[in-house]
């Protein structure tokens, strides 16, 4: 039904008016409301990290540990992913942004933590959802974030 409204043959000119302007505009593949808004991409996952950092520390308090160990996970995942993309490395799956992550940052020794981001990351598979594993969890999660954070200020300055 709306296939007839993409036909622009029979417009005039004058009917080639942005919204809110007096001034005509050629129909071309350029920028305009859509492209207007510039978002750091890197930025904002890291303000996901936070947020589900957020969501770990409530979770803890209140006694969900499986969802406290939960939200600690997807922090360290997120976190990796917003600096593999300040590489260009996009990973559409969890295996596979843990993987780049050492590929990139640990096995370069960029980025300096015990052992692999791999081991960090799914001692998860390896440990029953207690308060101890958790409260353990979220503070390698933490430190991760932080080092995270540190890592793109230093990007960001250069």
Not at 74 to 100: M, Y
Not at 119 to 147: M, R
Request: proline share 1%; glycine share 6%; aromatic share 10%.
């Amino acid at each position: 039904m709306l296939k007839p409204l993409a036909d622009l043959t029979t417009l005039t000119d004058d009917e080639f008016v942005d919204w809110g302007h007096q001034e005509t505009f050629a129909t071309a593949i350029g920028v305009g409301e859509c492209a207007g808004v510039v978002i750091d991409l890197v930025a904002t996952l890291l303000y996901e990290s936070d947020e589900k950092f957020g969501w770990a520390n409530e979770a803890f308090t209140e006694c969900r540990w499986a969802d406290a160990i939960y939200h600690a996970y997807n922090t360290f995942v997120s976190s990796a992913k917003a600096l593999l993309l300040d590489k260009n490395i996009n990973s559409s799956t969890q295996t596979g942004i843990i993987r780049e992550f050492d590929n990139n940052y640990i096995t370069t020794g960029e980025i300096k933590i015990n052992g692999t981001f791999n081991d960090l990351v799914l001692q998860i598979n390896q440990n029953e959802p207690s308060e101890v594993f958790a409260a353990s969890y979220i503070k390698e999660a933490e430190a991760f974030l932080n080092t995270v954070r540190t890592k793109r200020e230093e990007l960001v300055q250069s």
